[in-house]
């Protein structure tokens, strides 16, 4: 055993340089079993964090602690990312009691039957917040999620089963069954679509128009629909969907198909900012909502939400009843054991907040992302979102194509990044002719100060790219983009698939950081 001592101390300074290293030698010997310098000074901070093979021998606690600490200092920052809808504050009580259920699988009902009755109170405070009708066995149903993703796998496989139950029923055939939807779903509704089968019928945006319209949409639905999806909040403009038009025109024609609303973004919104907007289970032929807990249900990541309006449209096949003191819990999910600290914490911001205090939140942020709006149209952007409430909370901006201006919106986020801000800019949804356009999210924790920081930083690289010429900022966009080490996101992945181009996003070119 070797100790700190024998490491070159000050008193090695001055002696020859050679006696130095060989006693550096003997001490880097020895740190392999032995670590009691600091973590810099061991072995492992002079070599690389094992990449591919699995070490053969351990490594002490606090050099794993560092060394993983240190290699994530070089993701960005969360609170300057701009990008995403997700959750990046919360109270420290939520954070205590997070940790404190990290070892807790929520799928053991029968152990932790109290985890899973903070789920059916989350459902049911969820499913009134969206008018759910409330008649006696008629109760909502619905389940936590990891996200919106899976509460939406689970909605198109419930209204596929449903579909082809009536189909069966009728002695009609059920192998083309189809779905109806905008082309500016986000990506969860294509994989669904295509996991399970089912054809995708686009309503497509245009140049003026980034959300479905009623009277075309309803015009695809044909006996083979299974559902039409409209969406609460697209995730390119924030603009809300009118499911009240494609509602009243499916009564009026007399057709025969359900209504699934995306409210990942929008349903934490809508009923605190615009509560007379009827999008929810007050129109009758919405059967079923999804709703992200992690974006403005204010949950950190791994929470989603799906309720049925009523029993009858979520088919029992689909159901799997586990029994737990005595008692029946039923699961419908594509996974298993996850943890159970997601859904407390949703628990915890329903009750600590109540609606006031969403209400509070909700409308701070929907001011902060008017005077957003405005300052920026001030500064000459056009603004292609919604105010007053009209949509989300977030402001989509584009360069008036009428200032002629020499660089593009994906230049302004190059330049906005490097003074770490995550502004991604994106080309819009396809048939609309490649519009460009910048997105800020205007989360909880952007404060009307760190705005006014965002507008002074946006002005300065505006005037940065006014100066440049149209080579520089060419060459500097190239060579941004050829050396993006740690944010260049084709490293993740892998060569076989790096020409995959069937998303709808995909084939419009970049949709970069935009979730
Ligand atoms: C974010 C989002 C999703 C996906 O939700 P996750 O919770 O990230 O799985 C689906 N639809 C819309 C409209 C969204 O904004």
Same mark, same amino acid.
């Given at each position: 055993?070797?100790?700190?001592?024998?490491?070159?101390?000050?008193?090695?300074?001055?002696?020859?340089?050679?006696?130095?290293?060989?006693?550096?030698?003997?001490? *880097?010997?020895?740190?392999?079993?032995?670590?009691?310098?600091?973590?810099?000074?061991?072995?492992?901070?002079?070599?690389?964090?094992?990449?591919?093979? =699995?070490?053969?021998?351990?490594?002490?606690?606090?050099?794993?602690?560092?060394?993983?600490?240190?290699?994530?200092?070089?993701?960005?920052?969360?609170?300057?990312?701009?990008?995403?809808?997700?959750?990046?504050?919360?109270?420290?009580?939520?954070?205590?009691? =997070?940790?404190?259920?990290?070892?807790?699988?929520?799928?053991?009902?029968? *152990?932790?039957?109290?985890?899973?009755?903070?789920?059916?109170?989350?459902?049911?405070?969820?499913?009134?917040?969206?008018?759910?009708?409330?008649?006696?066995?008629?109760?909502?149903?619905?389940?936590?999620?990891?996200?919106?993703?899976?509460?939406?796998?689970?909605?198109?496989?419930? =209204?596929?089963?449903?579909?082809?139950?009536?189909?069966?029923?009728?002695?009609?055939?059920?192998?083309?069954?189809?779905?109806?939807?905008?082309?500016?779903?986000?990506?969860?509704?294509?994989?669904?679509?295509?996991?399970?089968?089912?054809?995708?019928?686009?309503?497509?945006?245009?140049?003026?128009?980034?959300?479905?319209?009623?009277?075309?949409?309803?015009?695809?639905?044909?006996?083979?629909?299974?559902?039409?999806?409209?969406?609460?909040?697209?995730?390119?403009?924030?603009?809300?969907?009118? !499911?009240?038009?494609?509602?009243?025109?499916?009564?009026?024609?007399?057709?025969?198909?359900?209504?699934?609303?995306?409210?990942?973004?929008?349903?934490?919104?809508?009923?605190?900012?615009?509560? *007379?907007?009827?999008?929810?289970? +007050?129109?009758?032929?919405?059967?079923?909502?999804?709703?992200?807990?992690?974006?403005?249900?204010?949950?950190?990541?791994?929470?989603?939400?799906?309720?049925? +309006?009523?029993?009858?449209?979520?088919?029992?096949?689909?159901?799997?009843?586990?029994?737990?003191?005595?008692?029946?819990?039923?699961?419908?999910?594509?996974?298993?054991?996850?943890?159970?600290?997601?859904?407390?914490?949703?628990?915890?911001?329903?009750?600590?907040?109540?609606?006031?205090?969403?209400?509070?939140?909700?409308?701070?942020?929907? +001011?902060?992302?008017?005077?957003?709006? *405005?300052?920026?149209?001030?500064?000459?952007?056009?603004?292609?979102?919604?105010?007053?409430?009209?949509?989300?909370?977030?402001? !989509?901006?584009?360069?008036?194509?009428?200032?002629?201006?020499?660089?593009?919106?994906?230049?302004? !986020?190059?330049?906005?990044?490097?003074?770490?801000?995550?502004?991604? !800019?994106?080309?819009?949804?396809?048939?609309?002719?490649?519009?460009? =356009?910048?997105?800020?999210?205007?989360?909880?924790?952007?404060?009307?100060?760190?705005?006014?920081?965002?507008?002074?930083?946006?002005?300065?690289?505006?005037?940065?790219?006014?100066?440049?010429?149209?080579?520089?900022?060419?060459?500097?966009?190239?060579?941004?983009?050829?050396?993006?080490?740690?944010?260049?996101?084709?490293?993740?992945?892998?060569?076989?698939?790096?020409?995959?181009?069937?998303?709808?996003?995909?084939?419009?070119?970049?949709?970069?950081?935009?979730?």
């Amino acid at each position: 055993m070797v100790h700190l001592a024998s490491i070159p101390t000050n008193k090695d300074i001055g002696k020859p340089l050679v006696e130095g290293m060989e006693k550096l030698k003997v001490a *880097e010997q020895s740190d392999q079993d032995q670590f009691t310098t600091s973590v810099y000074g061991s072995r492992f901070a002079s070599e690389d964090l094992p990449k591919h093979e =699995m070490p053969e021998t351990e490594m002490p606690k606090e050099v794993a602690y560092r060394m993983i600490k240190d290699d994530l200092s070089l993701d960005g920052n969360p609170m300057l990312n701009l990008a995403s809808f997700v959750t990046t504050y919360m109270e420290k009580e939520v954070e205590d009691l =997070m940790t404190e259920s990290f070892s807790k699988n929520f799928i053991d009902y029968e *152990e932790y039957p109290q985890s899973a009755d903070i789920q059916n109170r989350c459902v049911s405070m969820i499913g009134r917040l969206f008018n759910a009708p409330l008649d006696g066995d008629m109760a909502p149903v619905g389940t936590s999620t990891v996200g919106s993703s899976e509460a939406i796998m689970l909605a198109v496989l419930a =209204m596929k089963k449903k579909w082809k139950n009536a189909r069966q029923a009728a002695g009609k055939p059920t192998d083309r069954p189809n779905i109806v939807m905008s082309s500016a779903v986000q990506v969860c509704w294509e994989k669904a679509a295509r996991y399970f089968e089912v054809e995708e019928k686009y309503v497509y945006c245009t140049e003026n128009r980034y959300v479905i319209d009623p009277e075309e949409t309803v015009s695809l639905v044909d006996e083979n629909t299974i559902g039409i999806c409209v969406i609460l909040g697209t995730t390119y403009t924030g603009q809300y969907e009118d !499911a009240k038009a494609v509602n009243d025109l499916l009564i009026k024609k007399n057709i025969d198909t359900v209504i699934h609303i995306d409210a990942a973004s929008g349903g934490f919104v809508a009923p605190f900012v615009v509560p *007379e907007l009827e999008w929810d289970f +007050r129109l009758e032929k919405v059967v079923s909502i999804n709703v992200s807990g992690h974006k403005y249900g204010l949950v950190y990541p791994g929470v989603g939400w799906v309720v049925w +309006r009523a029993p009858e449209y979520l088919p029992k096949e689909l159901v799997f009843n586990i029994n737990y003191l005595g008692a029946d819990q039923s699961s419908f999910t594509l996974n298993f054991s996850k943890g159970a600290s997601q859904v407390i914490g949703q628990y915890y911001q329903l009750i600590r907040l109540g609606k006031h205090g969403y209400r509070a939140i909700m409308g701070n942020l929907t +001011r902060t992302a008017d005077y957003l709006a *405005e300052s920026l149209e001030q500064l000459g952007f056009v603004l292609m979102s919604e105010k007053n409430g009209k949509g989300l909370p977030l402001v !989509a901006f584009r360069i008036d194509p009428k200032s002629n201006k020499h660089y593009d919106e994906f230049a302004i !986020a190059h330049q906005l990044r490097q003074r770490s801000w995550v502004v991604p !800019a994106y080309t819009m949804a396809p048939h609309t002719n490649d519009l460009k =356009m910048l997105r800020v999210v205007v989360r909880e924790d952007f404060s009307k100060s760190r705005c006014d920081q965002l507008l002074d930083d946006i002005k300065l690289c505006q005037g940065v790219l006014d100066k440049m010429d149209k080579d520089e900022i060419k060459k500097h966009n190239d060579f941004i983009r050829l050396n993006q080490s740690h944010s260049g996101r084709r490293q993740n992945v892998h060569p076989h698939y790096r020409n995959e181009k069937h998303s709808l996003q995909g084939k419009t070119g970049k949709t970069h950081a935009a979730c």
